[in-house]
């Protein structure tokens, strides 16, 4: 069974940092890319940041580049999403999402698995 599990969520307050991580099981992703979605309150869920295979291309919403960084670590069959700058508007729950192919994607069917999501509150 595969399970994409996020962890690392919280409340901060605005200009702090958070690592989100995403820990893998049942099988490697170590070829497909791996992306990260929030979705806020009363919003529709959006990209946020993905991360290709083997040569670990990145793509970042508008919203948030500069200010995330998304890594991964293949040994270890987990996805990170490093958050600096943070502000109230980042508030969501950020869900990871697994297995894209092998190309950089930012729409969500283009992904098989997803995680539960961790809340993340930013107070300003």
């Known amino acids: 069974q595969v399970q994409l599990v996020e962890s690392g969520g919280g409340l901060v307050q605005a200009g702090g940092s958070l690592r989100l991580s995403c820990a893998a099981s049942?099988?490697?992703?170590?070829?497909?890319?791996m992306g990260w979605f929030r979705q806020a309150p009363g919003k529709e869920r959006e990209f946020v940041a993905c991360?290709?295979?083997?040569?670990?291309?990145?793509l970042y919403a508008d919203s948030v580049k500069g200010r995330f960084t998304i890594s991964r670590d293949n040994a270890k069959n987990t996805v990170y999403l490093q958050m600096n700058s943070l502000n109230p508007t980042d508030t969501a729950v950020y869900y990871c999402?697994?297995?894209?192919?092998?190309?950089?994607?930012?729409?969500?069917?283009?992904?098989?698995?997803w995680g539960q999501g961790t809340q993340v509150t930013v107070s300003s």
């Open positions: 999402a697994g297995d894209a192919g092998r190309v950089v994607v930012t729409s969500e069917s283009s992904y098989a698995y």
């Open positions: 049942g099988r490697t992703f170590s070829s497909n890319t």
């Open positions: 991360i290709s295979g083997s040569v670990g291309i990145t």
